[in-house]
């Protein structure tokens, strides 16, 4: 069983900053890959960043340039270093780790996630 908790959310006006964190617990043996996806009211969840284990990132092209994704892996842990930050930004983000916690087994986990409003 793998616990993601989230943390790092809130209100900003618009041109602020944010930085998420993630932090996955539990019984894990390896984590592939870390990322973060957002869901606005009326719209369909969607990927906003996310880093395999050696690094390689991917970025949503509405974020490129704006946010940087990191991992430590020691810790498991996953940031989301938002600036610049718009008003079309505001949605719930969500922590995704896909990660291996029974012997050949990969899944995607995720947390509960946390409100980023961008509102002046």
């Known amino acids: 069983q793998v616990q993601l908790v989230e943390s790092g959310g809130g209100l900003v006006q618009p041109g602020g900053s944010l930085r998420l964190s993630c932090a996955a617990s539990?019984?894990?043996?390896?984590?592939?890959?870390m990322g973060w996806y957002r869901q606005a009211p009326g719209k369909e969840r969607e990927l906003v960043a996310a880093?395999?284990?050696?690094?390689?990132?991917n970025y949503a092209a509405s974020v490129k340039g704006r946010f940087t994704i990191s991992r430590d892996n020691a810790k498991n842990t996953v940031y989301l270093q938002m600036n610049s930050l718009k008003p079309e930004d505001t949605a719930v983000y969500y922590c995704?780790?896909?990660?291996?916690?029974?012997?050949?087994?990969?899944?995607?986990?995720w947390g509960q996630g946390t409100q980023v409003t961008v509102s002046s």
């Open positions: 880093v395999t284990s050696d690094g390689s990132t």
């Open positions: 539990g019984s894990i043996l390896s984590i592939n890959a």
């Open positions: 995704n780790a896909r990660a291996v916690t029974t012997p050949g087994f990969l899944r995607d986990h």
